[in-house]
């Protein structure tokens, strides 16, 4: 099956800092969607990103289709950025949404 | 427009019992899907329904079965609960049967099972 590879598994930043998240995916998708998850277990949608890029206030993100990968920024970190971030893909053949697992994202004050 | 709602938030059942969870999906979705996610991991894909009938399943044993209604609203039910089931269980709707639509979740059941 597809694998969905997310890294770092953790990352602890520094009120202000920025990062990147990375996703690898091992075949061809059709939907591509990154997801915040609260502390209280809802998945907060952030981009449905199948290619190409967006931005959303502090937070982008760019998905290469053709090299497999796609990438989400935060901007100038604050501490409710605090949770993990899941990156979930459909295969090109597939109806199911296929979930990496995830990185957790700690930003102290 | 209302979101994905699930009821109850939290449960906890005894071993060998059986649950039924409930998920109400988004305005204008017809699609809804069920994951189960153990603590430390990523949500797995339990199964799809697409205008009432199921269009895909995840590896998970026949205990674990649903139900669409016609306002698309969905169940969840597991029998024979086995502490393994313990998880937080999670509802998506979207539009369309199709590949390519945005799923939006609901903020999910935690299930308990001693």
């Known amino acids: ?109 | 427009e209302t979101g994905v709602t699930q009821s109850p938030t939290h449960l906890i059942k005894t071993r060998g019992q059986q649950v039924t969870l409930r998920c109400s999906s988004q305005s204008g979705h017809n699609t809804v899907s069920w994951y189960q996610q153990a603590l430390g991991q990523g949500p797995q894909f339990i199964f799809q329904y697409y205008r009432e009938e199921e269009n895909g399943r995840g590896n998970f044993p026949p205990r674990f079965s649903g139900l669409q209604f016609p306002n698309y609203s969905s169940e969840l039910n597991v029998n024979a609960l086995e502490l393994d089931d313990s998880a937080l269980y999670l509802c998506a709707s979207r539009q369309g049967a199709g590949l390519t639509t945005e799923a939006f979740f609901g903020q999910g059941t935690r299930l308990t099972v001693v």
């Open chain 1, 1 to 109: 099956g597809i694998q969905v590879e997310q890294s770092p598994p953790d990352l602890i930043l520094q009120e202000g800092a920025n990062s990147t998240l990375r996703c690898n995916f091992s075949d061809s998708v059709n939907n591509l969607q990154w997801f915040h998850q609260n502390p209280w277990g809802q998945l907060i949608n952030l981009f449905y990103i199948p290619s190409g890029t967006k931005q959303n206030g502090r937070l982008s993100a760019t998905t290469v289709a053709t090299e497999r990968y796609s990438l989400l920024y935060i901007s100038s970190s604050q501490t409710t950025d605090s949770g993990v971030y899941f990156c979930a893909v459909v295969l090109s053949n597939d109806y199911k949404l296929s979930f990496g697992a995830g990185t957790t994202v700690t930003v102290r004050a």
